[in-house]
């Protein structure tokens, strides 16, 4: 059971059963809290005090990052949508005839935070901002997804064929991790 209290200073505390404090900052530069229900505000408050620093250099890295990121509204989305189709579609063709992978289709969704993704019956889905990617980096998302034909997880084995496929993913995978901000 959860319930929440408002603190100043955009501050969050969600209690619930557990054990330990945490905290993190929100996508829109709020501070949470996660602390156990019987644990004093006083404590919750000496807490937040010893993190300021890191608390602060979290808010700010959030805040520039939302200066950064791309909006719905800056882009056109419907012309964007057909671009990633006619890429990725040719990016598929190309490793199908590379390597010899079947699938049965792909969509192009909105996903913000999943850029691709594979169906048990071999159906490959990819967000349409890819194409906000360099090409390198879309690539390493249709051959991870195109090596989920051939191993549905991501075990020692996935991660062998994808570097078999492609030497340098970790590079790709790296940088996404750390930029997909950008586009969310």
């Not at 955009?10 to 829109?28: G, H, V």
């Not at 156990?36 to 993190?51: C, L, M, Q, Y």
């Not at 882009?75 to 699938?103: C, M, P, S, T």
């Not at 496929?165 to 790709?172: A, D, I, T, V």
């Amino acid at each position: 059971m959860y319930y929440t209290m408002k603190m100043e200073d955009a501050c969050l505390i969600l209690r619930s059963y557990r054990k330990t404090i945490s905290i993190e900052i929100t996508q829109d530069a709020d501070l949470l809290v996660r602390a156990p229900h019987r644990i004093p505000k006083t404590i919750i408050n000496e807490f937040i005090s010893k993190k300021s620093a890191w608390i602060e250099k979290k808010k700010q890295l959030v805040r520039e990052r939302q200066k950064n990121a791309i909006s719905k509204d800056m882009v056109d989305v419907v012309a964007l949508k057909k671009r990633a189709r006619y890429i990725i579609e040719e990016r598929l063709n190309y490793y199908v005839g590379k390597h010899g992978f079947r699938f049965n289709g792909f969509k192009i969704t909105s996903a913000r935070s999943r850029f691709g993704s594979c169906t048990a019956k071999g159906d490959l889905n990819f967000s349409w901002r890819l194409i906000l990617f360099s090409p390198e980096v879309m690539d390493y998302v249709v051959i991870h997804e195109l090596t989920h034909l051939i191993e549905f997880n991501h075990s020692k084995r996935f991660w062998a064929k994808v570097e078999e496929f492609m030497p340098e993913f970790r590079l790709h995978k790296k940088w996404l991790r750390e930029n997909s901000y950008i586009i969310r």
